[in-house]
């Protein structure tokens, strides 16, 4: 479903515009009742709704689209299901009338003139290459966005925990289980963003060898992924890839990285801070301490460490990890920092450099989830 229908089903199902006057396109008189309970499963957005369009009253559903034309997209004309419509809600000046399957035509609603201009801006302009509230509202509270991307900090930290959380074992011995867990989360970060999965299964094939040597692991582990002569191995996508972003660059520093793990003593993730963890890998590592190291710690590690503390109980790590997550800074995409270059002053963005923004950009902005959001949430309500 596209983002802007979620978005206007939300402001229909919050009764988020002026109920008062409301008139369907053919001009008659509309008043609802009850704006229908939300349907999660197929058939129309809204069901159990009534309505009153002059003196009658209908019961039945809503369906709502930001164009009248995707009724015949999604083929309801053809649908028996949405014979039950008795409102076709739309964001469209000029909507066309629209037909069921057994003939009836629902009257039709165009939202857009009973919405406020903030919400008619923000969903005119919700595909914009900036933040959709961006100069759309006409007062966006700083503390409220500060606060939604504190929430936002905090979720991507629970999700990445979740990421290496599914490469976890419970077959095995809780300790080793983790340590491979946390192998397998960097294999994957090393093969963001073309070839994660290629990369996880070349991890797969070293958690198998770890008694062997480094030179060992790294050879078959090339000739496993087809960087050997001859050899048919993975199907990797190398188009637009860096040179220092090869995976036959990255596999040898992963399996460092994961003789480094399995090397250092279970006891030491529970006493010692991640910083001094971190920094003794990197020294043996190939891999300089840039852009890349600072991810992989800030989004792997971290977030392993975190998990760690939660399966183990341990008050301790769990502290260390969440102050580690709120102090980081890291190399910001260029499409978020486009993305808010209208919300954030080009001095303030190191403040903003956080794990935060970005999932802030990706699952709330990108998605169109602003019903969600606390900046929407405050700037209606102010």
């Known amino acids: 479903m596209p983002e802007k229908e979620h978005l206007l089903q ?3 199902e919050q009764l988020l515009f002026d109920t ?3 008139k369907t396109t053919e001009g008659k008189a509309l008043r609802i ?3 229908g309970l939300r349907n999660s499963t197929d058939g129309p957005d ?12 209908w019961s039945g559903a809503i369906e709502i689209h930001i164009n009248s034309s995707s009724w015949y997209h999604h083929a309801h004309h053809l649908d028996e299901a949405y014979n039950q419509v008795v409102l076709h809600v739309v964001f469209e000046e000029r909507p066309k009338k629209v037909y069921c399957q057994n003939g009836s035509c629902p009257p039709t609603l165009n939202l857009q003139p009973y919405l406020a201009q903030e919400l008619q801006q923000l969903l005119k302009h919700a595909n914009d290459a900036v933040a959709s509230c961006s100069g759309k509202l006409s007062f966006i509270s700083k503390e409220a966005f500060d606060e939604q991307l504190r929430r936002a900090h905090l979720e991507y930290l629970e999700k990445k925990g979740n990421d290496i959380l599914s490469f976890y074992n419970p077959d095995q011995i809780p300790s080793l289980a983790w340590k491979h867990a946390l192998i397998l989360a960097l294999f994957d970060g090393f093969g963001i963003v073309h070839n994660r999965s290629q990369m996880v299964e070349v991890g797969r094939f070293v ?7 480094i030179k060992e692991i790294t050879d078959q582990a090339n000739t496993f992924a087809g960087f050997r002569a001859g050899e048919p191995g993975l199907s990797w996508n190398l188009k637009g890839v860096y040179p220092a972003s090869h995976p036959q660059k990255r596999i040898p520093q992963a399996i460092e990285f994961a003789k480094s793990i399995i090397d250092t003593p279970f006891e030491l993730f529970l006493k010692q801070h991640p910083r001094s963890i971190w920094k003794s890998w990197i020294e043996k590592v190939c891999i300089s301490n840039g852009s890349k190291a600072k991810i992989l710690y800030s989004t792997v590690f971290i977030p392993a460490l975190h998990m760690l503390g939660t399966l183990f109980a341990s008050e301790k790590v769990t502290r260390h990890a969440l102050e580690e997550w709120n102090s980081i800074c890291i190399p910001l995409p260029s499409s978020t920092r486009q993305y808010f270059s209208q919300m954030v002053e080009p001095h ?6 956080t794990p935060g923004l970005i999932h802030q950009h990706r699952s709330y902005c990108s ?3 602003c019903h969600h959001c606390i900046v929407l949430k405050k700037a209606i309500s102010s």
Do not use: K, P
Request: charged fraction near 15%; proline fraction near 0%; glycine fraction near 2%.
């Open 10 to 12: 939300w402001i229909w």
């Open 207 to 213: 958690l198998d060898r770890l008694e062997l040597s």
């Open 20 to 22: 008062t006057s409301l």
């Open 348 to 353: 303030e963005f190191q403040r903003f450099a």
């Open 367 to 369: 998605r169109l989830n």
């Open 33 to 35: 009742l009850n704006q």
């Open 46 to 57: 809204f069901l159990q709704a009534t309505i009153q369009i002059g003196t009658l009253v």
